[in-house]
């Protein structure tokens, strides 16, 4: 039976991503990395992160890249259809990293907890 493997999605140069790759990396979590710029965005895992999340957690209202919209841009993104269309022309409006947990559901961003909840890793309280 092969173990399954946890992905992490994003943009490599991201902060958040580069923070929570070091957390799995020290938490000896092997995963695989999807590049959103040089891979893309496949549709089908968008509805399904939709599935799991609302929009409003998915897409970044308050990165760099949404900014840049223009206001009939953003004011076009009126629900899940028009957030995905938005997502694969754009992906940097994704709320980076997503992660798919090996049980098939996500994270979007990073927390120590929610990573240590999925990876049944012990957290240290303060």
């Known amino acids: 039976m092969k ?3 946890l992905t992490v999605y994003g943009i490599p140069n991201c902060d958040t991503v580069k923070k929570a790759r070091t957390w ?3 938490h000896a979590l092997a995963y695989q990395f999807h590049d959103f710029k040089k891979q893309g ?3 089908e895992l968008l509805r399904n992160w939709l599935a799991q999340v609302d929009e ?3 897409l970044n209202r308050k990165g760099t890249t949404w900014r840049k919209l ?3 841009t953003r004011a076009a993104v ?3 259809r028009s957030a995905i269309a938005l997502m694969l022309a754009q992906p940097s409006v994704i709320k980076r990293p997503v992660v798919l947990w090996p049980d098939q559901r996500i994270t979007v961003g990073f927390d120590t907890e929610k990573f240590a909840a999925h990876a049944a890793v ?3 309280k303060a």
């Open 70 to 72: 223009d206001e009939a």
């Open 3 to 5: 173990t399954p493997i």
């Open 24 to 26: 799995l990396t020290q």
């Open 56 to 58: 409003s957690v998915l």
């Open 122 to 124: 012990p957290t240290l």
């Open 78 to 80: 009126v629900d899940d």
């Open 41 to 43: 965005v496949p549709a």
